[in-house]
């Protein structure tokens, strides 16, 4: 399964970029976003940008991300409003 993962630039390059994300900081490849300035929030994934999100989008993705981990683990009374925001509204 492929899972995009949200990462912040914190030190921007024409084809790689330094970003923070949940794993610890990573090497990005930029080719298909372009560079981007340090701060800009992307959603990566298997190590390369694959577009520019907000970074209220990058909590909520981390957010849904702890729930799949909580799921996986057979977390028991998981709060889904908690890890899925606006979900049990749709």
Request: net charge negative; aromatic share 6%.
């Amino acid at each position: 399964m492929c899972v995009g993962i949200p990462a912040q630039i914190i030190e921007s390059g024409e084809f790689v970029s330094r970003c923070r994300t949940r794993n610890g900081e990573e090497q990005i490849n930029m080719m298909l976003t372009g560079p981007k300035p340090e701060g800009t929030w992307l959603l990566t994934f298997l190590g390369s940008a694959r577009e520019v999100i907000s970074e209220a989008d990058a909590r909520n993705i981390d957010k849904a991300l702890d729930g799949l981990s909580a799921i996986m683990s057979e977390v028991q009374d998981l709060d889904v409003d908690h890890y899925f925001p606006g979900l049990s509204e749709a």
